[in-house]
């Protein structure tokens, strides 16, 4: 199910690259180059994997996917940059800054951000739908939800903040990760016609989920495995194996993929979230 969707949501991306001309070489390639290498894609089939409970997927829908994959892949190309996480390696390929300069990369970047939402815009959809969308995702992805994340974490990986690491690592994923991930199971509701509640927290839940497993998998995986630089502990970063121990995060990711999935037990067609649910969990990278 996942390598179906993700097979789409690649072409669609490739597409849309493709069919740029914006007559700066250099800039589109630094766009399109974190846009098109690779990823799980998991924010975009949350999406459409929760529309698809009510009805058939539309080419709008799609759009608004492909608008989630431009944001994510702007956050990414952020993260790594020297000011952050430093990185050299992302999904086993040099890092965006690495490949055009930290100028293009960040400029990559925020052109991704912002095309987000001219996609989303563009989608033939009920007006009222558009609005609630842009609304969701520029919460949830800016400064009530990934980048509030993002700030709490350079400032506590230099002890700027004077609070407890058990409070801060989970603020600090809940919004630097786990936010973006209930965005898109709402917006997925808002397409769907679905209440919202249920799909919010089934994405918090995950969401929390998905970050634990990716602390543990800094710790117990191989770079080449992970496609990544492993680089918590040269970052001092709060990761949930440094406050809770190996054994603990297990279990506090295992316990959340159990309410995410008693959130959405009850819905009708829920066993593709179900079983995203349990990759999340059973992933190596």
Known sequence: MIDNYKQIIDSKLYIFCKQQNLHVDQFQEALCYSLLNGGKRLRAILMLSIVELKRPLSEEDYKVALALEMMHAYSLI???????????????????????GEDLA???????????????????????????????????????????????????????????????????????????LQACCEIGAVLGDFERDIFSKFGLYLGMSYQIIDDYLDVVSDKKTLGKDKKDIDNNTLTYPRVYGMEKSL????????????????????EKLVELAEYIVKRVN
């Open 78 to 100: 952020h993260d790594d940059l020297p000011a952050m996480d430093n990185a050299l390696l992302r999904r086993n390929l040099p890092t965006n800054h690495i490949v055009f």
């Open 251 to 270: 279990e506090l990711a295992n316990k959340l993929k159990s309410l995410a999935i008693g959130t959405i037990k009850k819905v009708n067609g829920s």
């Open 106 to 180: 960040i400029l990559a970047g925020d052109g991704l951000n912002t095309n987000t939402f001219n996609v989303i815009s563009s989608a033939r959809l009920p007006s009222d739908k558009v609005v609630e969308i842009i609304k969701i995702l520029s919460a949830k992805a800016g400064i009530y939800g990934m980048v509030l994340g993002q700030a709490a974490d350079i400032l506590s990986s230099i002890n700027k903040l004077k609070k407890s690491d058990k409070w801060l690592v989970n603020f600090i994923h809940k919004n630097k990760t786990a936010r973006f």
